[in-house]
């Protein structure tokens, strides 16, 4: 299943639509932008993946899982080949019960969850109401979905089509590590600051250094889930001065110190 083409994959899914179709995959793979008819859930077991919508790009980081409700336009990347990415789609009868399967969110799987979603790796495929055992437990699994998912992950990156600032932006992530200002920007690419600094208000709706501060952070979680970096290391490596400086910025995002992010 791992070898499906992409646009065999995405056939597959909704083929048949009482079934819950189940995929785990280990390899790098970015998919064109699509919709289901079902409901998606995508669990990152190791490393980082992305989920862009629309305007915004959300880090899927390691042991959490995104909510994707059907009709939803979105893509997946997985920049890396060891990231273990496990999906499950899910009919949407009864979606209308519970508010959780309208809106996309990213979550933290907690114990029970984690349990579950390892125990579906013996299925592959698409399962039918009539394969009585695997559907009831895979159904059993997203009733559970509203109860336990009640923290969301809050990091999303603006991303935008916008033809002045996507070369701002593209140099913004190869050089996202030096101490970049919005005055030094502006004059490298020949924008009064206070037009640049109007243009991420109105475009993005994030200011220069918000959107700054969020791509490092993006940056800073794919360094301590997919290398051997000292958190010392990854502070330098994501533009900070200091070890504090760096620790505060990732603590006011996400509520954990990085140093306990890689733990978990």
């Known amino acids: 299943m791992n070898t499906l083409q992409t646009s065999d994959y995405l056939n597959a899914i909704d083929l048949k639509p009482d079934s819950i179709f189940v995929l785990h995959e280990k390899l790098e793979r970015k998919l064109p932008a699509h919709s289901h008819t079902k409901g998606q859930l995508t669990y990152v077991q190791g490393g980082v993946a992305f989920i862009h919508i629309e305007s915004v790009t959300y880090i899927i980081p390691a042991r959490h899982y995104v909510w994707v409700p059907t009709g939803l336009m979105h893509f997946l990347e997985v920049r890396h080949h060891g990231t273990v990415i496990r999906n499950i789609y899910f009919s949407n009868q009864d979606d209308d019960n519970a508010p959780f399967f309208k809106q996309l969110a990213i979550y933290p799987v907690n114990n029970l969850l984690l ?131 760096f620790s505060k910025a990732f603590y006011q995002l996400t509520n954990i110190r990085p140093s306990d992010f890689g733990k978990r």
């Open 115 to 245: 349990e579950m979603i390892l125990f579906t790796e013996k299925w592959n495929g698409s399962i039918s109401p009539d394969n009585v055992v695997p559907f009831q437990f895979l159904s059993s699994l997203k009733n559970l979905l509203p109860q336990l998912g009640v923290k969301e992950f809050p990091i999303a990156l603006p991303t935008t089509n916008n033809e002045r600032l996507l070369p701002i932006i593209g140099f913004l992530a190869r050089h996202y590590n030096e101490p970049l200002t919005l005055e030094e920007i502006a004059k490298k690419f020949g924008i009064a600051e206070r037009t640049l600094s109007r243009l991420f208000q109105t475009v993005m709706s994030i200011s220069f250094l918000q959107y700054l501060k969020l791509l490092r952070m993006v940056k800073a979680i794919e360094m301590i889930l997919q290398t051997s970096k000292s958190t010392s290391e990854i502070a330098y490596a994501t533009g900070y001065n200091s070890l504090a400086a």
